[in-house]
């Protein structure tokens, strides 16, 4: 049906769009973009209209195209120094290089931290530089920098520690480590607290002093930063005689690491993405490779690839076995040992899975239907490994912010998720520093805290009126209008140009009116495959993932007449056939 909007936001002045509300419970509606600069961009190159919308969508006109469709690293991100404290640690590295003193690395244990520990790991083994790295156990010492780390590497032998997608609110444990004589630098992205701590730098674009306008980059892309400018101060040193790599090289890892921590794809990440997912496909890290193989990747990899396929599969270890399996793997050296590492992995996120989908179900009994609060759900028996991936998705689900804990006798993890309209991550902040919770931090979209158990039921009574629904939250926008007869394996490639594809660069969505579902059936666990039609006979291969059990699943079950369907674009590659099919996200009835 069609919703006027108006109605619903209580009768705004001047805004007279209109929603076509779905199946899934979304209110649908196209882009507004300027038609008269569609029709210029379409003169100008001569492209479809599809093709210009898209364009003009993304702020492309004809002088700035090139750079959107193919950005250059060089000409793209600026001098590293823009970071505040960048320069302090940079050349506190290169003393401690030049005086040939082991480093330390902690990094998180999830994707993100794994990518950036590998990235400067590698860099390190490459130009000679002595190392260590730890990544902590999340059950056993939960996320950031621990005393007993700290303790760790200090024993063996490292005169300067850098924690990686980490540091940013541990006071106590850098404290402690930099009055007995070893020094901090924190590369991080996750938001400050009131205060700092007390490291000798701490390189973080969400730091309230740093305005470099760099704070969309995940911990990943801060530390290539940082190799960047080490790399720089070392050629200035003419002492140093050792070569130093092209570090173009280590995109595959920062590609990676950005398109996993969904951070959003501004001009710099699309420039990490787009350049490191060329890397990623020739790559020469043996690690990577052996689970590209090992994960049964045998086409031309994309995002899709690395957020669905390789970054779960890393993540696993952190989740639901040993925390050091993902960088043991992107830093290896030794082929027989990346197939073993690459096989724990796969079998690390098949337990992952059976253990989320367990933790799910529970999860779900426990929302009630029609409350407008935030979500919070807790248990005594659920893996703090899975606790992220149940919060995303209940608030898929139910599109409110949710809070998943893991109940125990004392201290209680817990994982979050949220909304556009609520920032997630100055909650958990606010809310530490008001000494309502034990520690915590995030993003706006996503952070996790420690709470006592004993608090839990007045925390749950502290969320109430917390959140305000806002039907900014159910809205979605297509593109444009496509018709079966026009889909091919040329749009395809023509949509592709303005990928990689993301946050701030959505995939492209179109909208197929009067179309005819065919032949589904079940593929996998939750998904269905079907064919389109329309009413000349053309017909497209589709298929909707997790769907099966739904509402959506329901109307694709029963091949009723279509009046709309949204859908994305994708091309299956299969015995060195390339074919055009769609994915369908939800349905207009």
């Known amino acids: 049906m069609t919703t006027n909007v108006n109605l619903i936001e209580g009768n705004k002045k001047n805004n ?42 993304r702020g492309i006109n004809s002088k700035n195209l090139e750079n959107y ?67 902590p156990d999340r059950i056993k010492e939960g996320y950031g920098p621990n005393i007993d780390a700290f303790q760790s590497l200090k024993q063996k032998g490292c005169f300067l520690v850098l924690t990686l997608d980490c540091g940013t609110t541990s006071f106590e444990a850098i404290e402690f480590i930099t009055k007995r004589n070893v020094d901090v630098i924190v590369v991080d992205h996750h938001q400050q607290s009131r205060l700092l701590p007390k490291a000798f730098a701490i390189i973080n674009p969400k730091k309230d002093k740093d305005i470099s306008n760099l704070d969309n980059l995940c911990a990943t892309g801060v530390t290539f930063f940082l190799i960047i400018s080490i790399s720089r101060e070392l050629k200035k040193n003419n002492s140093y005689k050792l070569k130093l790599p092209n570090l173009i090289k280590y995109l595959d890892l920062v590609a990676l690491a950005t398109i996993c921590d969904l951070v959003k794809l501004d001009k710099f990440n699309r420039a990490f993405v787009k350049q490191g997912i060329k890397i990623i496909n020739k790559t020469k890290n043996i690690g990577l490779n052996a689970l590209i193989q090992e994960s049964s990747i045998n086409q031309f990899l994309n995002e899709y690839h690395l957020g669905f396929i390789i970054g779960p599969r890393i993540n696993a270890g952190g989740r639901v076995g040993n925390s050091r399996t993902g960088v043991n793997l992107l830093t ?102 008001d000494g309502i919770l034990t520690s915590g931090g995030g993003h706006k979209m996503a952070g996790g805290f420690k709470i006592e158990s004993s608090k839990i039921g007045d925390f749950k009574l502290f969320l109430k009126n917390k959140f305000v629904a806002n039907i900014a939250n159910l809205k979605k926008n297509y593109d444009s209008e496509l018709k079966l007869s026009t889909i091919d394996n040329q749009l395809f490639h023509e949509i592709n140009k ?73 091309l299956n590659n299969w015995d060195g056939q390339e074919n055009v099919e769609l994915n369908l996200e939800d349905i207009i009835i």
């Open 16 to 57: 007279t769009e209109k929603y076509n509300y779905s199946i899934s419970g979304f209110l649908w509606s196209e882009k507004q973009i300027n038609n008269n600069e569609v029709a210029i961009l379409k003169n100008e190159l001569g492209i479809d209209t599809c093709i210009a919308k898209l364009a003009v969508a």
């Open 69 to 135: 469709t193919n950005p250059k690293i060089k000409t793209t991100i600026p001098d590293p120094f823009v970071l505040d404290d960048m320069e302090k640690a940079s050349k506190k590295i290169v003393d401690c290089i030049l005086n040939k003193q082991k480093i330390g690395v902690l990094g998180d244990y999830d994707v993100d931290g794994s990518s950036a520990t590998s990235l400067i790991c590698n860099f390190f083994a490459e130009i000679g530089v002595e190392y260590e790295f730890y990544i």
């Open 332 to 433: 290896s050296k030794d082929s027989n040992m990346s197939n073993i590492l690459s096989k724990k992995l796969c079998d690390f996120n098949n337990l992952r899975k059976s253990i989320e989908n367990k933790v799910e179900r529970e999860a779900i009994s426990q929302v009630i239907l029609g409350d407008q609060n935030i979500i919070c759900v807790h248990n005594k028996n659920w893996h703090p490994g899975v606790l992220g991936i149940v919060a995303s998705k209940l608030t898929n689900k139910f599109m409110r912010p949710s809070i998943v804990i893991s109940e125990d006798t004392e201290i209680c993890s817990a994982s979050c998720r949220s909304v556009r309209s609520f920032d997630i991550g100055k909650f958990i902040l606010d809310s530490v520093n």
């Open 498 to 570: 303005f990928s990689p594809f993301g946050i701030g660069n959505p995939k492209p969505k179109f909208i197929l009116n009067d179309v005819v579902i065919r032949y589904p059936r079940i593929v996998g666990e939750k998904h269905l495959s079907f064919y389109f039609e329309d009413f000349y006979s053309t017909r497209i291969k589709a298929i909707s993932f997790g769907s099966l059990g739904t509402k959506l699943g329901d109307v694709i079950e029963s091949s009723a007449p279509i009046k709309s369907a949204l859908v994305s674009l994708t």
